[in-house]
């Protein structure tokens, strides 16, 4: 089969001829119709101080896709061949003390796909059955793929009411709009966005924003204090990763407000000033990763099928999966929302 | 001033014409622009065995309002002469137990406006300044007023979360229409909802039904069943105080689930199986008076001037206040939703 | 080995003689040191209705137990033949809703060992490596055992915050003692225990109550409140599955108090009312089955391996395996709290 | 009247004769009995930065004290002459957004006892009724004055369970001690307890602490991990307000974990790894400021009044109020937990 595969510990990637992976008698093999880009990716494509250091060539890569399966171990009950699946991409163990309590996307030991194991930028890939998530096929394959981040984004959101709040979400990259269409859905009273792209602001807007600020902005402070009666916001959704975005975001936090954490910034922030921005102000803050397993995958499944958050304009373009040097450099250059790669033909883009 | 009033301890009311009320230090006077009429003023209008154990006549009543602040008492330093104001009808002594800890939404020693003080179904009307919710001017004021049972709408809908949940409510009189319009308005994903009077089926499917059953068909469990993957609902909102939708709907609450309890049963229920209800199932019931003051009505006022909610749809006519008993006639006859009463002439209505 | 059996569908049990259980690739084969006796054990000894429409005759039954394991399947890699442990009685399918999203203790397609599966009353068991619970050896067998009911008052008790609380205990059997324990030790401020048994009233004085009261005294409620400021209790604990009981305490619990229910009802309750224990008073009910998996179980582990619950004076007797009917009869009069049987001698005993 | 007040803007303070408190309709004078010595007034008394941007002399200062009621105002309908209070000593608006919600202890118009308003090191006071806390007589005065400081332990030790959870408290000043106090009375399993004073370790132990740890040894962390299973610890109470303490209790918590700030950083922390000790972890933390009102209050009278926190072991030494200046270089030196002052005299100490 064709995979996109990272050969070497440097820049770039290729398209490889491997064996179809086999399977274990709990695994299930899926052939895959769609795989979306995450920022994941481009940081293992660029081989960047983090993909350095956890990634091991030779490898296939890519951890959000949707295929049908096509095989299945013996032990697998609980599915069919042709099932059409999502995956959840984080690998548990089952026993550590978190996986034990019911935390196990926190998981002290867990494996990702196209990460610690390999990916689905190919044919065919293999999942634990436990990891396959059945699908409705009213979703197109790159949809159901994006159920995966979609599904940080959920879990983000829904670790603190947002109905009827006023809500910031700093950062308006896939997930941040993600995030702002599922504060809209759920009937969030005031959503004001920021990031420093224009067109990222204008998607905020297409995605149920009602306010956008210029990150960089003088003013970014006094004007969503304007807007929540001086009294800031109640809930911040972080989703930047960049420090002068999250002081603001904390700047900007009601006292006795909830942040709600997913960005990732690369290195210490220097200077935060935990006493003011959470202490003094008694506000509760969430760190998130991964997806509740499997409660926020029901959750994004409902809001999916339902037409609730519609995540098609999310996905900017469709590709074969042998275009991903075009996909790569178009999601690298911040023009792309998302790209899909289609290892088997278009079927199903739009 | 006229009045609609409770003269003697029997059915019916009266308009009397009575001095305008005096205001104590901490108390304001509203001109009334509208006030509606809730099923508590149905049960004083005919004379129940409640009624008849809780009202002092004479006396007028009404609860629900809005209107304009004409005066204010001299320890009154955060309104205005002028300004235009809803009501809490609950009047709470701020030193019982649960006032102490912020629970004064089920304050020991409550009065109530319209029950146990003087009512609102009146060309004026005195309350604390504590009760008085500024609202927004482009509200109209039978909107504003029917913000006082919103509000229980409200505190019953987020007492567990909706968003991308299966919910049934019970009932679908003005509370259940609204409760059905906020679970809509917050991102459920299901919402079906039981009455066994068709036009409120149909009311229901207009404020956000996803799904309406007779509650007297003999499959209604069968059909929820099949509605949430044989799981049942996630969550009930019990609007109908039904001895048997009440049953039904604890029938249909999936183990895990959450029920929320606002109808009013009229007697005790006579074989309540607790055990298999709740025990095993690992239910939570969770039960529900007035509104939290003032957290509640921040998220009404929310929903309301956000639009997120349309209040409209609920006033069924608009009349003089000269004209209560066609008013109270016609919502005894279970024809109407809510009725509006304008003591000042109809101006606001539409 | 030997095991005590229902061979018929009839009051009373046998010892029989049975081949050594044969295991599966995930379950462990555990010698039984000490399994202690339950009420369930009571109902299919004496053959009630409950038993007679779940049990399968010819069966070993009893569910608590601690032992040894002397062999495992091979795909048992958590474990190691050697290890001491308990066990959750709980055999859970992995794939309902329920399990998927974490509530595996209400698991649609549950087996119950000794009730669904062959029990614990015999020298050796098979059970899955998933329910299968390290234990320190410091814990004596028939302790270890009982970590399994004591589990039941553990998930219970922490439903809701007892520190710094006035907590209601209705019934005194072994599991209501153990809740007191709870209480006690994790710093309720007072612990009011109601029974109809003088014996089972000391017994709750020496678990930690702060006071005890007869339930069929006239004057509870009243000693209720002037033991809570005329207040009532903030938190109601339900053991006994006596509808009068359960009435009593309802009638306790103050206005915005939290209410948990383990005990069960035989038969539904007649004239509940609802509306006036719960729906007024703003009341959040929750209902209880079995542990969660496995967070209870780690709250249970550090509760009596530090020593903060001492469950010895639990067990009022012990008795070698052969002498069960005994300790059945012994139950059954209710002069024992609970009664360890020991299949391989009485080591570990006190 | 005889009170320590700051008379000019430089280090010190002095005893100086000042009028009776005169009090308005709702405020009560309180005849002070004891007065305790916070580390907010050990800034007051230096002259650091903080007070010189605060405070306005000339003032008596001092917020935590216990005495009796000996006028009211006429407004006052809920206390009486003659009754024992200590004192809330947040001044809070009643209409400010927070304090609308319930959320009145981070009220966004709050004037602090002894800071904003005149303080309590002092023959009298007056307080607002609403502030004043009815307390048992069988509190001595410094013990009841000390309910204040305590409250800040309880609001933070209640803001996540803690029974039967490992618990690290990070800083054994006084309220660091008191927070392991009530770890302890609430039953948590492991309580670790750091601080850089041999003194204050010791002083951890007698206070209910199972492990204590130099927080300046170079296997802090390893040391946790294995009091902890190699889990970290589930709860994180950080009490000290020093960043490499608080560096160093966010490394030592579990993934999952949830941390408990209350300690005050005097400055930006240079370089906080924001990403990698909450994001990834999925940890949750909580900002604590002031008493829940008057929640916090209740919890805080039953831990003390039935002996389940004793006090009493963190006043060090009692003085005559002439005596401040020995109590406060006490106090200054480190050597002290905690001094009370008598303003008539030494009734009550111990």
Known sequence: MRAICKM???TGASLETLPIPSIGPREVLVRVRAATIC?????IYRWDEWAASRIKPPMPFGHEMAGDIVAMGEDVTTLQV??????ESHFVCGHCYQCRIGESHICQN??????????CFAEYVSIDAYNAWPTSRDLPPAVAAAQEPFGNAVHTAFSTPLAARTVLVTGCGPIGLMAIAIASATGAATIIATDTAPH????AMAFGATEVLDALAPDVIDRIMASTGSVGVDVLLEMSGNPAALKQGFAALRFGGSAVLLGICSRPIAEFDLTNTVVFKGANVQG???????????QTKRLVETGRVDLRPLITRHFPLEEFETAFELMLSGDALKCALYPHGLDGAW
Chains 1, 2, 3, 4 share one sequence.
Do not use: C, N
Request: a positive charge; hydrophobic letters at 30%.
């Open 200 to 203: 990222r602001r204008e998607a």
């Open 39 to 43: 920022g994941t990716d481009l940081h």
């Open 110 to 119: 867990v494996k990702i796909l196209g990460v610690d194991r390999p990916g």
């Open 82 to 87: 042709g099932d059409y699946v999502g995956a």
């Open 288 to 298: 998130i990763s991964g997806r509740k397993m499997f409660d926020t995958w029901y």
């Open 8 to 10: 070497r510990p440097e």
